[in-house]
């Protein structure tokens, strides 16, 4: 069921996103939204590799929303045509699949689906002021430019997302410990291989100090980690009341 809702929600997130882009006219780049033909919009995403499953969902919901907006008739009697590039959720090449979609004339990119790809492509993409819009991506840096210390220098005026950021998230987790569960410690078991778990422990421990809540133990397993006895074993001796773990349903499966 936790998976279901997860692919549901990226369906729908990636239908919001092709409503917004549908009436864009505003790029610099060389789409061709505007001119004659049809509107080319572009969607990076992993349609193979270990997160092939969220770009899957993400494409299937775009291309399902695009069907039916071009059975309609188009965007002003254009018919939307959808260029597509597999990244496989690797950074590098997320870059390649950027610049190709951008060279193939794109006026706008769905996309990149998870963090690190999507991280990798926002600061081409300001250069380009290429409108781009991510439904799943949730480090603030997606949307920010952030100093050495995490502050926000600059919104980037191109770059969209439909989802949570992490420090929304973890705040979010920490108040509903100590406000809803009535929660006076905590332990964390996080990613340390993901940008997305990493955001989210460093945001829920920041809250916790905050609302008073005692993080008692901080325990971290890597990427391909399937054995967490001994980071549960000492997590278990500290006897916190909640145990947050922020990360993937497959991770959190196991």
Known sequence: MKKKMRVLSLALAAVMTVSLFAGWNGSSGSGTAGSSGSIKVGLLAPATGEVAEYGIAVSNGVQLYISEINAKGGVNGKQIELVTYDEEG???KALTGYSSLVDQGV????GDVTTAPTAAVVVESQQDNMPMITASATAEKITCKLDDNGNVVSVYKNMFRSCFIDPFQGE???SFASEKLSAK???VLYNSGSDYSVGLYKAFVAKAKELGLEVVAEESYGKDAVDFQ?????IASKKPDVLFVPD?????AN
Do not use: D, S
Request: glycine fraction near 0%; aromatic fraction near 8%.
């Open 230 to 234: 001994a980071q549960l074993t000492n």
């Open 248 to 252: 993937y349903y497959k991770v959190l």
């Open 107 to 110: 006026t706008a990119i769905i």
């Open 172 to 174: 979010k987790m920490a």
């Open 90 to 92: 690797n950074e590098a």
């Open 185 to 187: 410690t905590a332990a």
